[in-house]
């Protein structure tokens, strides 16, 4: 793709869109940015952008900024559905991620994952098994280090292993992994797609272009994704407790692939969900090479990331967990899978325009006691907390004051919000230290 003088807007100057506009600067474009923040909020940014000659709208989209450009790049959690968007894919305007235009530029082979939930988790363990194998491992795209960062230098790596969110993918056009792995599928996001359709159609462009020669490794037991299989081109490899003889299978104590047996009794991470991510695992590295008995050192050894289910302390018995990284029902429900009852819950957040339903039956069996959060917590109070014990809080904070007073020996507290955090915190990671930093305190 040839960048010298094209006309490129850039939407979102978040971390990946500055790294977006210092790529295309690199290649001569002729760039613009337009971010609905106010221009408070970016004026250093601006200011800096600025004096190397890009044009940066603030505050606002403008119709004559889109219909200017001839290629417009969406920052992850841009959505689609702005007018400008549509209006300037109307008139025919390219528009794509940064995930799309970075991939042009790449040569190194790809392992892509996504899914609903487990991304992270699978992505790691899958960087960490290559480089035990003496790959040199790029981890990054959703996670830590945006794609387009290394766009240049990407032969500097073996392999990239790139976590993609339902954004990333939703803009791109010709990208296409040597491998794509489908964890799984529940609504999420319904504040940002137009509908659960066009969320599930932008996850399963993973595979869209991927050909004959080409590995997708997908959930055996997700009805959803099995309906998209009809259309999948390349080599398919299922995983999952009703799967088929030729993909990844669990006997409940010991995952086996390809004539080789791993051993899960003993590892670190709980919870049926993460021996999902750990057979999603073994498929892509078996599939690139990796030695069986090294597989099995890290699975063995991989530790649980930080705001998944993640043990705090025990206060008297009772046992805190931080889960600040569920912000969907359906994490959620793995969380409440993972743990023994009786369970606090403390639970809340933005609403993301997704129904709280599938947690009713799971909450009603396993909840004793339930306290809500955030902005949704009016709604979660309405779908969940008939028949137990529920209460509202204006804070974490005072969430954890009312848990102390109710909580008993052997209980599990688990806060596991079900929601995103940006109606009080900036990240959910802000919110599982702030969770963390509470409970250590106390």
């Known amino acids: 793709m040839e960048l010298k003088d094209r006309k490129i807007l850039v939407v979102g100057l978040g971390k990946t869109g500055k790294d977006t506009v210092n790529f295309l600067l690199g290649k001569g474009g002729q760039v613009r940015v337009s971010d609905s923040s106010p221009i408070e909020k970016i004026d250093g940014e601006a200011r800096l952008l600025e004096s190397r000659g890009v044009k940066v709208e603030a505050g606002m989209h403008t119709d004559e900024t889109f219909l200017w450009a001839e290629t417009i790049v969406l920052s992850p959690g841009v959505p689609f559905n702005i007018r400008?968007?549509?209006?300037?894919?109307?008139?025919?305007?390219?528009?794509?991620?940064?995930?799309?235009?970075?991939?042009?530029?790449?040569?190194?082979?790809?392992?892509?994952?996504?899914?609903?939930?487990?991304?992270?988790?699978?992505?790691?363990?899958?960087?960490?098994?290559?480089?035990?194998?003496?790959?040199?491992?790029?981890?990054?795209?959703?996670?830590?280090?945006?794609?387009?960062?290394?766009?240049?230098?990407?032969?500097?790596?073996d392999i990239?292993?790139?976590?993609?969110?339902?954004?990333?993918?939703?803009?791109?056009?010709?990208?296409?992994?040597?491998?794509?792995?489908?964890?799984?599928?529940?609504?999420?996001?319904?504040?940002?797609h137009e509908s659960f359709d066009e969320y599930v159609e932008s996850k399963m462009k993973i595979y869209s272009n991927q050909t004959e020669d080409d590995w997708f490794i997908y959930n055996d037991d997700d009805e959803l994704i099995n309906k998209y299989l009809p259309k999948v081109r390349s080599r398919k490899v299922p995983f999952g407790k009703q799967s088929?003889?030729?993909?990844?299978?669990?006997?409940?104590?010991?995952?086996?692939?390809?004539?080789?047996?791993?051993?899960?009794?003993?590892?670190?991470?709980?919870?049926?969900?993460?021996?999902?991510?750990?057979?999603?695992?073994?498929?892509?590295?078996?599939?690139?090479?990796?030695?069986?008995?090294?597989?099995?050192?890290?699975?063995?050894?991989?530790?649980?990331?930080?705001?998944?289910?993640?043990?705090v302390r025990q206060i008297e018995g009772a046992k805190f967990y931080n889960d600040s990284?569920?912000?969907?029902?359906?994490?959620?429900?793995?969380?409440?899978?993972?743990?023994?009852?009786?369970?606090?819950?403390?639970?809340?957040?933005?609403?993301?325009?997704?129904?709280?339903?599938?947690?009713?039956?799971?909450?009603?069996?396993?909840?004793?006691?339930?306290?809500?959060?955030?902005?949704?917590?009016?709604?979660?109070?309405?779908?969940?907390?008939?028949?137990?014990?529920?209460?509202?809080?204006?804070?974490?904070?005072?969430?954890?004051?009312?848990?102390?007073?109710?909580?008993?020996?052997d209980d599990s507290v688990l806060f596991s919000p079900a929601c995103s955090s940006f109606d009080m915190f900036t990240s959910y990671e802000e919110r599982g230290m702030k969770f963390k930093e509470i409970v250590e305190n106390i």
């Open 84 to 157: 400008q968007v549509q209006m300037a894919m109307a008139q025919g305007i390219e528009v794509i991620s940064e995930v799309e235009l970075a991939w042009r530029f790449i040569e190194t082979p790809i392992i892509a994952i996504t899914g609903s939930n487990g991304k992270t988790t699978t992505s790691t363990l899958i960087a960490r098994i290559l480089e035990r194998n003496g790959q040199k491992v790029f981890l990054g795209a959703n996670i830590g280090t945006p794609l387009i960062r290394i766009a240049e230098d990407s032969d500097k790596f």
């Open 160 to 192: 990239l292993v790139l976590e993609l969110s339902s954004f990333q993918l939703q803009g791109t056009k010709s990208f296409r992994p040597e491998i794509a792995i489908i964890l799984n599928i529940s609504p999420n996001h319904l504040d940002h």
């Open 244 to 311: 088929k003889q030729d993909g990844v299978t669990y006997n409940g104590s010991e995952i086996a692939f390809r004539d080789h047996l791993y051993d899960v009794k003993g590892i670190k991470l709980i919870g049926s969900h993460n021996v999902e991510n750990i057979m999603a695992a073994i498929a892509g590295t078996v599939i690139l090479g990796c030695d069986p008995a090294l597989i099995q050192e890290e699975i063995t050894n991989f530790e649980p990331l930080p705001h998944r289910n993640e043990f």
């Open 325 to 409: 990284k569920s912000t969907s029902p359906a994490a959620t429900l793995r969380a409440l899978e993972s743990l023994p009852s009786p369970i606090i819950l403390i639970a809340g957040g933005k609403d993301k325009g997704v129904s709280f339903e599938p947690l009713k039956d799971l909450v009603k069996e396993k909840v004793r006691f339930l306290i809500l959060i955030g902005e949704s917590k009016l709604k979660m109070k309405e779908e969940l907390g008939i028949g137990i014990p529920s209460v509202l809080a204006d804070s974490l904070k005072e969430a954890l004051d009312i848990t102390l007073q109710n909580v008993e020996r």
